[in-house]
């Protein structure tokens, strides 16, 4: 059983920054790829980053350049660092990986940016 814990969240001031965790129960480098979706209130969950098995990631274009995806072999654990948070980022934050066609998710930590 595949098990995914985020931690991190939390509120913070725009610009500030924050750093989400995902805790993987098991060897990160047995999923396909990890990555990190958001959802607002009444909007649909959006793809924030992934990072692929080999290490290649990808950001969405609102957090391009703001936001970072990285992986911690040792630890099992991917982050996202998130810098020159804005208002609009505000969102449940979910941890998401896959593997032979399964999807798996975490229970999501919330971010709040507000002055």
């Known amino acids: 059983q595949v098990q995914l814990v985020e931690s991190g969240g939390g509120l913070v001031q725009p610009g500030g920054s924050l750093r989400l965790s995902c805790a993987a129960s098991?060897?990160?480098?047995?999923?396909?790829?990890m990555s990190w979706y958001r959802q607002a209130p009444g909007k649909q969950r959006e793809l924030v980053a992934l990072?692929?098995?080999?290490?290649?990631?990808n950001h969405a274009d609102p957090v391009e350049g703001r936001f970072t995806i990285s992986r911690d072999k040792a630890k099992d654990t991917v982050y996202l660092q998130m810098n020159s948070l804005k208002l609009e980022d505000t969102a449940f934050y979910y941890c998401?990986?896959?593997?032979?066609?399964?999807?798996?998710w975490g229970q999501g930590t919330q971010v709040t940016v507000s002055s």
């Open positions: 098991g060897s990160i480098f047995s999923f396909n790829d």
């Open positions: 998401n990986a896959r593997k032979f066609g399964m999807t798996y």
């Open positions: 990072i692929t098995s080999g290490g290649s990631t």
